[in-house]
């Protein structure tokens, strides 16, 4: 088995040791959020990864491509009761480690709802006080709330009849 075969089945069984294993030590993760969130380095992303497998159900991928050291797993989860769907493109390192991780997230609330699961979880992982934690979690409601609403309302305003929800 693989590295990127090793990270999807610990990804869909949130086997933190598994996919730890296939990770180089200088494995870089950046946040599907913002460009200023990135994890460096074993320690980083296995609070990360701890983080994320204790927020995140129903994981599953559905494809993956590549070949070499460039791969990309498709998938999808549910997070505070959204669903998601990701796209992780996988970095190889010249040993077969995975050196590099940068995820992508659809739809928008899906988004937001990643970013309120785990903005919080991390911030006091990371040894910030219980405020901190929650100012994240306050900052991020409107965020969830509009993108929800925003979804539900305002999309089918701007779509063709065709393109409507039924």
């Not at 990270?7 to 069984?13: L, P, S, V, W």
């Not at 493109?89 to 309120?116: F, K, N, S, W």
């Amino acid at each position: 088995m693989d590295a990127i075969d090793r990270f999807r089945e610990a990804g869909e069984t949130h086997d933190i040791d598994l996919a730890m294993t296939v990770c180089a030590d200088d494995v870089v993760v950046h946040s599907p959020l913002t460009d200023r969130a990135t994890f460096r380095g074993r320690a980083e992303v296995r609070g990360l990864f701890e983080v994320v497998y204790e927020q995140l159900s129903e994981l599953r991928y559905s494809d993956v491509l590549g070949d070499g050291r460039r791969w990309a797993l498709f998938g999808s989860a549910t997070v505070g009761g959204q669903r998601i769907e990701e796209t992780l493109r996988l970095t190889l390192d010249d040993a077969g480690q995975i050196v590099e991780v940068t995820l992508y997230i659809r739809p928008l609330p899906g988004l937001a709802a990643v970013m309120a699961a785990l903005g919080p979880p991390l911030a006091r992982r990371y040894g910030r006080s219980r405020l901190t934690a929650a100012v994240l979690r306050a900052m991020v409601a409107p965020l969830v709330f509009l993108t929800r609403a925003g979804d539900r309302a305002g999309i089918p305003l701007a779509l063709p009849e065709s393109g409507r929800p039924a």
